[in-house]
């Protein structure tokens, strides 16, 4: 009779059995979404990965995501990063099958490149190309955290906009079905020494079904203050990405995080007395936090159309540079756009390739 040990130890399973089973799912959802087709990247050990990172030291951790780590690695003398999960929950596995298989598709210089992956483990672990960090694009403009990074500019303002306008711009028409990234934030960025950012998250992007122009039923997901008010309706399209783009103008113009600023203008109590008699506390919780956007939005925009508070919109870090009338006309015309992305209602939004024109002519105007 086999030692009930050895027979327990015998039925985990093996490096071989996750090979097959996240293949499996792998080539299912490649399938399903892109035909089967995928740019070629490498298969990695986990021997290989541990080496390269020292066995994830502390030392080579570049951001810590929560669900996610992105380490620094070497790799027969070459600069790797490595996306490593911390939970083996079905919600880390099925976050981490949806990066491999949009990354696999992207072919972009500001998008990190996937350069392949290791099903032996648990929860596939990523490698991508070096990348020399220089803190995510939020560390930038909140450098409360980060206070050792350099302030940013107001024209490495607009490039890095300009890029990322762009990066999503090909997400929505670089491929025969849109991809909604759906979950946009400052995170997602990191940047370089030369201030290049870089997408490194496809957590939870989705392609519109063929024939279709919008996804129905998506799951509610996302930051305070970037989710399109149809979002909460289930509905998902590229228009979600141009309003919550619109909250990361803010972000940018302003230096501050924007959920910071949906609780420096909040209501009163009493302005939320419909809300009150929802059947459950998340439907209120989404009704209230949808009045919430709507609020500090128009405050906004009432700051933006009068010219004597204009001033208390900008990060203090560019304040003076408004002193120059060419650069405060920029400075409103970024604001206006970011109002405009963010516009209640989708039809009235921007597509994504004119907010990278519009970014694009004034970064232009600025040389």
């Given at each position: 009779?086999?030692?009930?040990?050895?027979?327990?130890?015998?039925?985990?399973?093996?490096?071989?059995?996750?090979?097959?089973?996240?293949?499996?799912i792998l080539l299912e959802?490649?399938?399903?979404?892109?035909?089967?087709?995928?740019?070629?990247?490498?298969?990695?050990?986990?021997?290989?990965?541990?080496?390269?990172?020292?066995?994830?030291?502390?030392?080579?951790?570049?951001?810590?995501?929560?669900?996610?780590?992105?380490?620094?690695?070497?790799?027969?003398?070459?600069?790797?990063?490595?996306?490593?999960?911390?939970?083996?929950?079905?919600?880390?596995?099925?976050?981490?099958?949806?990066?491999?298989?949009?990354?696999?598709?992207?072919?972009?210089?500001?998008?990190?490149?996937?350069?392949?992956?290791?099903?032996?483990?648990?929860?596939?672990?990523?490698?991508?190309?070096?990348?020399?960090?220089?803190?995510?694009?939020?560390?930038?403009?909140?450098?409360?955290?980060?206070?050792?990074?350099?302030?940013?500019?107001?024209?490495?303002?607009?490039?890095?906009?300009?890029?990322?306008?762009?990066?999503?711009?090909?997400?929505?028409?670089?491929?025969?079905?849109?991809?909604?990234?759906?979950?946009?934030?400052?995170?997602?960025?990191?940047?370089?020494?030369?201030?290049?950012?870089?997408?490194?998250?496809?957590?939870?992007?989705?392609?519109?079904?063929?024939?279709?122009?919008?996804?129905?039923?998506?799951?509610?997901?996302?930051?305070?203050?970037?989710?399109?008010?149809?979002?909460?309706?289930?509905?998902?399209?590229?228009?979600c990405d141009v309003y919550?783009?619109?909250?990361?103008?803010?972000?940018?113009?302003?230096?501050?995080?924007?959920?910071?600023?949906?609780?420096?203008?909040?209501?009163?109590?009493?302005?939320?007395?419909?809300?009150?008699?929802?059947?459950?506390?998340?439907?209120?919780?989404?009704?209230?936090?949808?009045t919430k956007e709507k609020?500090?939005?128009?405050?906004?925009?009432?700051?933006?159309?009068?010219?004597?508070?204009?001033?208390?919109?900008?990060?203090?870090?560019?304040?003076?540079?408004?002193?120059?009338?060419?650069?405060?006309?920029?400075?409103?015309?970024?604001?206006?756009?970011?109002?405009?992305?963010?516009?209640?209602?989708?039809?009235?939004?921007?597509?994504?390739?004119?907010?990278?024109?519009?970014?694009?002519?004034?970064?232009?105007?600025?040389?």
């Open positions: 009779m086999i030692p009930f040990w050895r027979k327990k130890h015998r039925e985990e399973p093996d490096k071989k059995t996750f090979i097959v089973q996240h293949g499996g959802k490649l399938i399903t979404i892109f035909d089967g087709k995928r740019n070629p990247i490498r298969n990695f050990s986990s021997e290989e990965l541990k080496l390269a990172t020292n066995n994830y030291d502390t030392v080579n951790l570049m951001v810590d995501y929560g669900l996610y780590k992105l380490y620094r690695g070497f790799l027969l003398d070459s600069r790797i990063s490595v996306m490593k999960f911390e939970s083996k929950s079905q919600q880390a596995c099925d976050v981490c099958i949806n990066n491999i298989v949009f990354a696999s598709q992207m072919c972009h210089k500001h998008i990190l490149m996937l350069i392949g992956c290791c099903l032996e483990t648990p929860i596939p672990i990523l490698v991508f190309e070096s990348l020399v960090k220089y803190g995510t694009l939020q560390d930038h403009i909140d450098r409360h955290h980060e206070p050792h990074l350099e302030s940013l500019s107001w024209r490495h303002r607009l490039k890095i906009t300009m890029e990322i306008a762009n990066t999503f711009a090909y997400l929505h028409v670089g491929f025969p079905r849109p991809i909604v990234y759906a979950y946009i934030s400052a995170l997602q960025f990191l940047l370089d020494e030369h201030y290049v950012p870089k997408l490194v998250d496809f957590s939870y992007a989705e392609c519109i079904p063929e024939g279709q122009t919008q996804i129905k039923d998506a799951q509610v997901r996302g930051f305070i203050g970037f989710m399109a008010p149809e979002q909460f309706n289930g509905v998902l399209n590229e228009s919550g783009f619109g909250a990361l103008l803010f972000e940018v113009l302003t230096g501050q995080w924007i959920h910071n600023l949906v609780r420096s203008n909040e209501m009163k109590d009493e302005d939320f007395k419909s809300s009150s008699e929802t059947k459950d506390n998340e439907e209120r919780e989404l009704i209230s936090y949808k609020y500090w939005l128009c405050n906004f925009v009432k700051k933006i159309n009068e010219d004597n508070r204009f001033i208390e919109l900008v990060d203090p870090i560019i304040a003076e540079d408004i002193l120059c009338p060419e650069i405060a006309q920029q400075v409103k015309v970024f604001a206006q756009l970011a109002v405009k992305c963010q516009s209640y209602s989708a039809e009235d939004r921007p597509t994504m390739i004119d907010v990278a024109k519009q970014l694009r002519q004034l970064y232009l105007s600025t040389s």
